[in-house]
């Protein structure tokens, strides 16, 4: 059986067990009791632990992957004069669907109206965070301290540190060979590590949506049903229909063995909710199964992780107009703009962790005036949502990933159509 079935009946028995417990609980099969031996034992304790261990079993891939594959990648590229333009491309797709994205939802969010007749009046008692200026995003991308940046897990210092490092390596001739040579014996190691973890992500994700749904109440959801249904369908609009034009159009590659192809690392995003837990499954997927070089991979999978969350900003277009909606203002075409401008540079340098996208929808809202408090309104399903974005911020990546690598040639057709490896 492949993991990814695995994967998938994992999925599927945790929800079911999940769901199970939550409506025992709530029902009072279980005396209704939060001691309950079930809710103790299994759901606060076995359910807990196992998940945790998962997640943090692949966040520790990360930084000494990201390193080594990117210093790896850096190294073999930095003779070609290329890199700018990979790096630029990159960069301009990122910030292109970012952009599709949030315009898609807003639309969206204007056509299904869902806030409409909530009726709310703004008090206005939430204060957001400043957005940070480009300046200062910019000028945070360069680690003073490059060992501060790792134990941070700071992806865009890393990025600049590990292409510094391997530029620096293909122009040090001989000495910077055997360094090369090194790094890239550490990259193979890595990816073993990479693939005995996943290994476990049965067990992982069973447990990690057991507990999730255990303690998740059906009843945000149907509240807060057209929310959540716009948002969905935005996200399925954008992940399936756009991502399947633009590689029509950019690759002519098919769609649909594209997405058979990243399905591990969808599951992986959804079980996680974070696109930096999930980078070293969409490395891996993205050289293994794609056939992307890892010249281009390893510097566009922890970047996309990074800057590029098309799901994140589709719920904070759909959410812009639901709490405008609620709170009965009008939002003007410029303030539509504001939303698109301020979602898309405020996906910039957060890091792809859970729950990261409310915090950044603060600034969103505060940039155009709506009350910030609104958040309170969809912070019940957002849980839900997180997951299902996050599997949209990863696709968006591979997507990108694919369409600059085949531009580059540095993709393998070969590779793409029968695989290198289990996954
Ligand atoms: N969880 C998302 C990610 O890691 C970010 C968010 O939307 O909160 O990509």
Same mark, same amino acid.
């Given at each position: 059986?492949?993991?990814?079935?695995?994967i998938?009946?994992?999925?599927?028995?945790?929800?079911?067990?999940?769901?199970?417990i939550?409506?025992?609980?709530?029902?009072?099969?279980?005396?209704a009791?939060?001691?309950?031996?079930?809710?103790?034992?299994?759901?606060?304790?076995?359910?807990?632990?196992?998940?945790r261990?998962?997640?943090? #079993? *692949?966040? /520790? &891939?990360?930084?000494? !992957?990201?390193?080594?594959?990117?210093?790896? $990648?850096a190294? =073999?590229?930095?003779n070609?004069t290329?890199?700018?333009?990979?790096?630029?491309?990159?960069i301009?797709?990122?910030?292109l669907t970012?952009?599709?994205a949030? #315009? *898609?939802? /807003? &639309?969206?969010?204007? !056509?299904i109206?869902?806030?409409?007749?909530? $009726?709310?009046? =703004?008090?206005?008692?939430?204060?957001a965070?400043?957005?940070?200026?480009?300046?200062?995003?910019?000028?945070?991308?360069i680690?003073?301290?490059?060992?501060?940046?790792?134990?941070?897990?700071?992806?865009?210092?890393?990025?600049?540190?590990?292409?510094l490092?391997g530029?620096?390596?293909s122009?040090?001739?001989?000495e910077g060979?055997?360094?090369?040579?090194?790094?890239?014996?550490?990259?193979?190691?890595?990816?073993?590590?990479?693939?005995?973890?996943?290994?476990?992500?049965?067990?992982?994700?069973?447990?990690l949506?057991?507990?999730?749904?255990?303690?998740?109440?059906?009843?945000a959801?149907?509240?807060?049903?057209?929310?959540?249904?716009?948002?969905?369908?935005?996200?399925?609009?954008?992940?399936?229909?756009?991502?399947?034009?633009?590689?029509?159009?950019?690759t002519?590659?098919?769609?649909?063995q594209?997405?058979?192809?990243?399905?591990?690392v969808?599951?992986?995003?959804f079980?996680?909710?974070?696109?930096?837990?999930?980078?070293?499954?969409?490395?891996r997927?993205?050289?293994?199964?794609?056939?992307?070089d890892?010249?281009?991979?390893s510097?566009?999978?922890?970047?996309?992780a990074?800057?590029?969350?098309?799901?994140?900003?589709?719920?904070q277009?759909?959410?812009?107009?639901?709490?405008?909606q609620?709170?009965?203002?009008?939002?003007?075409?410029?303030?539509?703009l504001?939303?698109?401008?301020?979602?898309?540079?405020a996906?910039?340098?957060?890091?792809?962790?859970?729950?990261?996208?409310?915090?950044?929808?603060?600034?969103?809202?505060?940039?155009?005036?709506?009350?910030?408090?609104?958040?309170?309104?969809?912070i019940?399903?957002?849980?839900i949502?997180?997951?299902?974005?996050?599997?949209?911020?990863?696709?968006?990546?591979?997507?990108?990933s694919?369409?600059?690598?085949?531009?580059?040639?540095?993709?393998?057709?070969?590779?793409?159509?029968?695989?290198?490896?289990?996954?």
């Amino acid at each position: 059986m492949s993991l990814t079935t695995k994967i998938l009946i994992a999925m599927g028995a945790g929800l079911f067990v999940g769901v199970f417990i939550n409506i025992a609980n709530t029902q009072g099969w279980l005396a209704a009791t939060p001691d309950h031996w079930i809710n103790q034992l299994m759901v606060n304790g076995l359910f807990d632990v196992v998940g945790r261990i998962f997640v943090a #079993s *692949l966040k /520790l &891939l990360v930084v000494p !992957l990201v390193f080594v594959s990117l210093v790896c $990648g850096a190294s =073999s590229l930095g003779n070609n004069t290329r890199m700018g333009a990979m790096a630029g491309k990159t960069i301009a797709l990122y910030l292109l669907t970012t952009a599709i994205a949030i #315009s *898609l939802a /807003l &639309l969206l969010g204007e !056509l299904i109206r869902p806030g409409e007749g909530i $009726g709310l009046n =703004s008090t206005d008692s939430f204060i957001a965070k400043e957005a940070p200026s480009l300046g200062d995003v910019i000028v945070n991308m360069i680690p003073s301290n490059p060992i501060q940046a790792m134990a941070d897990g700071n992806m865009l210092q890393i990025i600049v540190f590990s292409l510094l490092m391997g530029v620096a390596i293909s122009k040090s001739g001989e000495e910077g060979k055997k360094i090369a040579e090194w790094f890239g014996r550490m990259d193979a190691v890595i990816m073993k590590m990479v693939m005995i973890l996943m290994e476990l992500a049965p067990y992982g994700v069973f447990c990690l949506l057991a507990k999730l749904f255990a303690s998740l109440g059906a009843g945000a959801i149907i509240d807060l049903g057209l929310y959540f249904g716009t948002v969905i369908a935005a996200l399925l609009l954008h992940c399936f229909g756009v991502y399947s034009l633009l590689l029509q159009l950019l690759t002519k590659i098919n769609p649909v063995q594209f997405f058979k192809r990243i399905r591990p690392v969808m599951l992986f995003a959804f079980s996680t909710a974070s696109s930096n837990a999930t980078i070293p499954v969409t490395l891996r997927t993205a050289e293994e199964k794609l056939g992307i070089d890892n010249r281009i991979a390893s510097f566009t999978v922890p970047l996309g992780a990074t800057i590029n969350m098309d799901g994140t900003a589709i719920m904070q277009g759909v959410a812009t107009a639901f709490i405008a909606q609620a709170y009965q203002i009008d939002l003007s075409m410029s303030a539509y703009l504001t939303v698109v401008l301020t979602a898309t540079l405020a996906s910039i340098g957060t890091a792809g962790v859970p729950g990261v996208g409310l915090i950044t929808l603060a600034m969103v809202l505060q940039q155009v005036g709506l009350p910030v408090e609104g958040i309170a309104l969809i912070i019940g399903v957002d849980r839900i949502l997180d997951m299902i974005r996050t599997a949209v911020n990863v696709s968006g990546d591979s997507m990108v990933s694919l369409v600059v690598a085949k531009g580059e040639d540095s993709w393998d057709e070969k590779c793409f159509n029968n695989g290198k490896g289990e996954a």
